[in-house]
Nanobody, 118 residues
Framework: QVQLVESGGGLAQAGGSLRLSCAASGNTFRVSAMGWYRQAPGKQREFVAHIMLGGTTNYADSVKGRFTISRDNAKNTVYLQMNSLNPEDTAVYYC????????????WGQGTQVTVSS
């Protein structure tokens, strides 16, 4: 059973930065693509970024150039570095472990709140 635990959320000012981490249990991290999604109040969960095996990354247009996803296979951890934050980035951020090397989430973390003040 895979468990994903996010950390690093909190309060930031507009223009600031936060770094999210997601630690995965189990032995399938190294053979799985990983992703980050977010859900703002009253809105549907939306894609933020994912990183495939081999390091290929993909980002939502709204975060491109500001957010960076990375992974450390030795630590079973995926990161999301968020720079130049703005209030529209306020949401609960969820980590996903995908179905093999695909863009399809299979497991979800519990989420971590990110709040950006203007």
């Amino acid at each position: 059973q895979v468990q994903l635990v996010e950390s690093g959320g909190g309060l930031a000012q507009a223009g600031g930065s936060l770094r999210l981490s997601c630690a995965a249990s189990g032995n399938t991290f190294r053979v799985s693509a990983m992703g980050w999604y977010r859900q703002a109040p009253g809105k549907q969960r939306e894609f933020v970024a994912h990183i495939m095996l081999g390091g290929t990354t993909n980002y939502a247009d709204s975060v491109k150039g500001r957010f960076t996803i990375s992974r450390d296979n030795a630590k079973n951890t995926v990161y999301l570095q968020m720079n130049s934050l703005n209030p529209e980035d306020t949401a609960v951020y969820y980590c996903s472990q995908n179905d093999g090397n695909t863009a399809y989430p299979l497991y979800w973390g519990q989420g971590t709140q990110v709040t950006v003040s203007s």
